[in-house]
């Protein structure tokens, strides 16, 4: 009653006046939600690309950095070789990909990783090829626009230290050795997913290596990973103790990430034992001083750094079996142990966190073995050779795509 009487005093005129100042103003929210919107998408698409994510029927690759490049180049270059076409993006404007000089090769920066992952999801393609794993469960969705998806292994370690589901979506991964086979073949049984195209490839940067045999033999370097999966935080002083008391000079290498995330364990080392002229940390940036001038090496079974050190630079290595919470970890549902025990197995040794207190003794006792290339050939696909391999294995698979 009250709404009509006041409608009755509203004259044509105003009326009209209103409805055209409704009109502005649902425009001008309608143009600052799109504004908003592009300014967004233009945000996580990125301002440096502004090409297509159209690459119908190629061939692509995509890095998430500069890191990562050792691992792609032996297989670019093998496909420039063979004249094969190929696209490589990156979420890294310091890639040495981009640097690509090849009629074969169209290389683009294509925005950070979240950036990247945006066009990802859209792509259009005919293989995609890559290291990052867990495809189609956080940020990196498969497009249906890609039709064939295929991981590139970027270590030689086992499938254990991945998070869960790390290949369950991709189509087919270029493995390292026959434990990766095995191990993906029963994630594939125990969760009835699709089996993939398992090829037995190797792992690529081992073919700009060369082998360091000239080492000095003046130290027994400890280099442990860092955090949970450590045995080093509980158990490092215990080690360092028994090493230096019977009269070897110790080098301790900290992670990268120690120095970040375990600032008072290294100064608690640093106290105890930086006086002591046996002992010393490596603050250097590289490890080829300690690789180089290492007689044995101390690890944790989950270093990344057990293949390198025995394959290339040929020492032995006690690696502490620490008991870590795989919760969210690929090694929770994998029966089998990771691959590194057989290796060390064959070239080594796996102690468990008791043994340390008995370290001399263990060292006294470890036999020398002679680094074949029967072991070798038993622990890694094609080393020093998995670059032209990859490339034969990726080019069947792509031809056979329809």
Same mark, same amino acid.
């Given at each position: 009653?009250?709404?009509?009487?006041? @409608? %009755?005093?509203?004259?044509?005129? $105003?009326?009209?006046?209103?409805?055209?100042?409704?009109?502005?103003?649902?425009? &001008?929210?309608?143009?600052?939600?799109k504004?908003?919107f *592009?300014?967004?998408?233009?945000f996580?698409?990125?301002?440096?690309?502004?090409?297509?994510? =159209?690459?119908?029927?190629?061939?692509?690759?995509?890095?998430?950095?500069k890191?990562?490049?050792?691992v792609?180049?032996?297989?670019v270059?093998e496909?420039?070789?063979?004249?094969q076409?190929?696209? *490589?993006l990156?979420?890294?404007?310091?890639?040495?990909?981009?640097k690509?000089?090849?009629?074969?090769?169209?290389?683009?920066?294509?925005?950070? %990783?979240?950036?990247s992952f945006?066009?990802?999801? !859209?792509?259009?393609? !005919?293989?995609?090829i890559?290291?990052?794993?867990?495809? =189609?469960?956080?940020a990196?969705?498969r497009s249906?626009?890609?039709? /064939?998806?295929?991981?590139?292994?970027?270590?030689?370690?086992?499938? /254990?230290?991945?998070k869960?589901?790390?290949?369950?979506?991709?189509?087919?991964?270029?493995c390292?050795?026959?434990?990766?086979? $095995?191990?993906?073949?029963?994630?594939?049984?125990?969760?009835?997913?699709k089996?993939?195209?398992?090829?037995?490839?190797?792992?690529?940067?081992?073919? @700009?290596m060369?082998?360091?045999?000239?080492?000095?033999k003046?130290h027994?370097?400890?280099?442990?990973?860092?955090?949970?999966?450590?045995?080093?935080?509980s158990?490092g002083?215990?080690l360092?103790?028994? %090493?230096?008391?019977?009269?070897?000079?110790?080098?301790?290498?900290? /992670?990268?990430q120690s120095? &970040?995330?375990e !600032?008072? @364990?290294?100064e608690?080392?640093?106290?105890?034992?930086?006086?002591n002229?046996?002992?010393?940390?490596?603050?250097?940036?590289?490890?080829?001083?300690?690789?180089?001038?290492?007689?044995?090496?101390?690890?944790d079974? &989950?270093?990344g750094?057990?293949?390198?050190?025995?394959?290339?630079?040929?020492?032995?290595?006690?690696?502490? =079996?620490?008991?870590w919470?795989?919760?969210?970890?690929?090694?929770?549902?994998?029966?089998?142990?990771?691959?590194?025990?057989y290796?060390l =197995?064959?070239f080594?040794? &796996?102690?468990?966190?008791?043994?340390?207190?008995?370290?001399?003794?263990?060292?006294?006792?470890?036999?020398a073995?002679?680094?074949?290339?029967e072991?070798i050939?038993? /622990?890694?696909?094609?080393?020093q050779r998995?670059?032209k391999?990859?490339?034969?294995?990726?080019?069947s698979?792509f031809?056979?795509?329809?």
């Open positions: 009653m009250i709404l009509n009487s006041l @409608l %009755l005093y509203i004259d044509p005129g $105003t009326g009209s006046l209103l409805l055209s100042v409704l009109i502005s103003l649902i425009a &001008t929210i309608s143009s600052s939600l504004n908003i *592009y300014k967004t998408f233009s996580f698409l990125g301002r440096e690309y502004k090409g297509s994510n =159209d690459f119908s029927g190629e061939l692509v690759f995509f890095s998430e950095g890191n990562y490049w050792n792609f180049k032996p297989v270059n496909l420039i070789k063979c004249k076409k190929f696209v *490589y990156t979420a890294d404007k310091e890639d040495e990909g981009l690509i000089n090849s009629d074969f090769c169209t290389s683009h920066y294509i925005g950070n %990783l979240n950036q945006v066009l990802l999801n !859209k792509l259009i393609a !005919k293989m995609c890559t290291t990052t794993p867990q495809l =189609d469960i956080l990196w969705k249906k626009n890609v039709k /064939h998806y295929c991981y590139l292994s970027h270590a030689p370690m086992d499938v /254990h230290a991945n869960k589901f790390s290949f369950d979506y991709y189509d087919s991964v270029l390292g050795n026959n434990y990766h086979i $095995t191990n993906l073949r029963q994630l594939e049984k125990d969760r009835n997913s089996e993939k195209v398992l090829m037995k490839t190797g792992c690529t940067y081992f073919d @700009l060369s082998e360091n045999t000239k080492c000095r003046e027994i370097l400890i280099a442990p990973t860092w955090g949970d999966r450590s045995f080093f935080p158990k002083e215990t360092i103790e028994e %090493l230096i008391k019977v009269g070897h000079k110790v080098l301790y290498r900290p /992670h990268p120095w &970040t995330s !600032k008072k @364990l290294l608690s080392i640093k106290f105890k034992f930086d006086k002229e046996l002992f010393e940390i490596d603050e250097r940036v590289d490890n080829v001083y300690s690789l180089s001038n290492a007689k044995m090496m101390l690890t079974t &989950t270093s750094i057990i293949y390198d050190v025995i394959f290339l630079y040929k020492i032995p290595i006690i690696a502490v =079996d620490f008991q919470d795989d919760g969210g970890y690929e090694s929770s549902n994998i029966l089998n142990a990771a691959s590194t025990k290796l =197995d064959d080594g040794r &796996t102690i468990s966190v008791e043994e340390i207190t008995n370290i001399n003794n263990i060292i006294k006792n470890l036999k073995v002679n680094l074949t290339s072991i050939d038993k /622990h890694i696909f094609n080393f998995a670059g391999v990859a490339s034969k294995q990726i080019l698979i031809k056979k795509i329809k």
